[in-house]
């Protein structure tokens, strides 16, 4: 199937911290399905940690301990979220940090493996213009003439959105370079970060 006609769901986390091998845990999942650059389903979802929020962490992405009591666990949003992604490809932006606090949520709930295809848009903004200094969401939105609140960013729902549609001014220019199937992607280094087993 040709990369425009895949569908996708992009997604993106927000977090108590940087690092999920040293405690830290998920406080968002935001994401979008996508399909031929429409969004057909949504998933957003914040989540307890437990654990009094990091002003920093506030700060950066305005969610606030009083957002986050009552609302359900890590290990339970993240069951939700991967029935809801079913076998569809997986994209995240930086998709390392994300991929970290997805496979730690797999180990601390004995959740097996993460066994899906994930796509890095970071490496793929690299991959097509090698001689850019920055590839953050901001730098990108812009370089590709997407509409960004600024404002909204780091916030999960508002970033996969906004991913989705990078991704997809992506996929039209691999397309030019005559990159047009999964298979074909997959080959260049650094794009598919994770496959499936």
């Not at 009591?69 to 339970?76: D, F, P, Q, S, V």
């Not at 001014?169 to 397309?175: D, N, S, V, Y």
């Amino acid at each position: 199937m040709n990369l425009l006609e895949e569908t996708y769901v992009v997604f993106d986390l927000e977090t108590t911290g940087l690092k999920a091998k040293e405690g830290n845990s998920i406080i968002e999942i935001g994401a979008v399905r996508v399909q031929n650059n429409k969004v057909v389903d949504r998933f957003d979802e914040l989540i307890n940690p437990g654990v009094p929020l990091d002003p920093e962490i506030t700060r950066i992405t305005t969610i606030t301990d009083a957002m986050l009591e009552g609302k359900r666990t890590e290990e339970e949003v993240v069951k939700d979220f991967i029935k809801w992604v079913g076998d569809d490809i997986l994209v995240a932006h930086n998709a390392q940090f994300d991929l970290s606090f997805m496979k730690m949520a797999f180990f601390k709930y004995s959740l097996g493996t993460f066994n899906y295809h994930v796509i890095d848009t970071l490496g793929l903004s690299r991959y097509l213009e090698p001689f850019e200094r920055y590839h953050n969401l901001t730098v990108l939105s812009s370089r590709y003439a997407i509409q960004w609140d600024e404002n909204k960013h780091h916030r999960a729902d508002y970033d996969a959105e906004g991913t989705s549609l990078i991704l997809y001014e992506m996929l039209k220019r691999l397309e030019k370079r005559n990159i047009v199937t999964f298979e074909e992607l997959s080959k260049i280094p650094k794009i598919l970060v994770n496959k499936r087993i």
